[in-house]
């Protein structure tokens, strides 16, 4: 099938959910994939932020090969070996002492929330409400898209659940003053906002919302579904910041590209959950998690880490060069390779025109050109994506 058959396909049959571009990607290698018309493409989007190593990576492969002839499925009634091997290696190299395992980001924050409900009705006297931010993204659940800080995600359906509230991201003081005292039981937020236009806060703005959460015994939750898992080039955005959560949720690029998410968390609040407290099917799965396994090992000793710290580098300087020959670039910002231009005008039409071009990149609240390409992007790869970038911004 060509691309147009394949578009025809979608529009007869799949819910129209999504605003698609008008082409299908059938096949990956690294930071490039290529069209249902043999069209080749630089992805500078990477599955938004989930294809931190690319497309084809041996080791992604070779871990799909091994469990699939081993064993697929089984359930959480027993217990799961790539499933407990994960859980200990994203232990060690973080702040949290359990894993819950789910399917995706979505998932993910609604453990955290309905651990936080069990939690505040065990320890803080029944206190339930969760204080978010506006512009944030925290998924399309019921409970997920409550706490998610935009119109847009909500509209049409209502009634929602209670007890989510919003103060503006990066105002210390807008979110004390949010608190409610008989009924605010933690304060969610992205280390780094992703889909609201990738904004970074003031390393105070976290280190003063763990404080406050200290004092009033509320807890910290950081929705690192987007940025962790190496995005920012360390393992996870908090460490940045010299803050740790309570809990943490992740997914995007865990499993290297197969659904898998996680919410961590220390053991004095992990402790809510007994059994049939929360469960998933296919939460924590064989394949997955070796896949999680696979992708992880590969960020710590692959390099791939390091390779994000790095070009991160070339890429942020090469973006800033820009800057300064034009005019509609009103800010550059990021930390590793999840990096934020934003201009004066709408991105859409440049996202277009980079497609047309052979690049792939996306546009995030309307006017942030929004760079997360796969962590294991080589330097000459990022000058020919700028240089596409540039042609495009110079015809306008
Ligand atoms: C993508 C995203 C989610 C939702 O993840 P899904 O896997 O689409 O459910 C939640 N939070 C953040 C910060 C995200 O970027």
């Known amino acids: 099938m060509n691309n147009r058959q394949i578009v025809k396909l979608t529009e007869r049959y799949v819910a129209n959910t999504y605003a698609r571009y008008p082409i299908a990607l059938v096949r990956g290698k690294g930071a490039r994939v290529w069209d249902a018309d043999g069209k080749e493409y630089l992805d500078f989007v990477g599955g938004i932020a989930v294809n931190a190593l690319g497309h084809g990576h041996p080791a992604v492969m070779r871990a799909i090969r091994q469990q699939a002839a081993r064993l697929l499925h089984v359930s959480n009634l027993y217990h799961i070996a790539p499933q407990s091997e994960l859980a200990r290696e994203l232990c060690r190299r973080s702040f949290a002492e359990r ?142 910041f010299g803050v740790e959560p309570d809990i943490m949720t992740l997914a995007k690029a ?69 800057k300064s020959r034009f005019s509609s670039i009103r800010d550059v910002r990021g930390k590793g390779l999840i990096v934020g231009m934003e201009l004066d005008l709408d991105g859409t039409r440049i996202v277009e025109e980079c497609m047309k071009a052979g690049l792939l990149i996306n546009c995030t609240a309307h006017k942030v050109l929004r760079f997360i390409p796969p962590l294991i992007i080589g330097e000459k790869e990022i000058e020919r994506g700028l240089g596409i970038l540039e042609k495009v911004l110079a015809r306008r």
């Open 254 to 322: 865990m499993g290297g590209g197969l659904p898998l998410g996680a919410m961590l968390a220390k053991e004095k609040v992990a402790r809510s959950f007994v059994p049939g407290a929360h469960a998933s099917t296919f939460g924590g799965n064989p394949l997955a998690c070796n896949v999680g396994l696979a992708v992880l090992k590969t960020l710590v000793q692959g390099g791939a880490l390091k390779n994000c710290v790095k070009m991160g580098k070339v890429l942020f300087q090469a973006l800033l060069g820009m």
């Open 99 to 240: 894993v819950f395992f789910c399917n995706s980001g979505a998932e993910a924050n609604e453990a955290a929330i309905k651990l936080t409900r069990r939690y505040g009705a065990e320890w803080l006297g029944g206190k339930y409400e969760i204080l978010s931010t506006y512009n944030s993204f925290h998924g399309r659940t019921l409970a997920t898209l409550t706490a998610t800080g935009q119109e847009k995600v909500r509209a049409g359906y209502d009634p929602l659940p209670a007890g989510f509230r919003q103060a503006p991201y990066g105002d210390l003081k807008a979110m004390e003053a949010a608190i409610d005292e008989e009924k605010t039981a933690a304060i969610l937020v992205e280390p780094i906002q992703g889909e609201g236009g990738v904004v970074v806060p003031d390393k105070s703005y976290l280190q003063g919302l763990r404080e406050l959460c200290d004092q009033k015994g509320l807890l910290l939750i950081f929705d690192e579904v987007q940025v962790g898992m190496g995005r920012t080039g360390k393992l996870f955005a908090y460490e940045h």
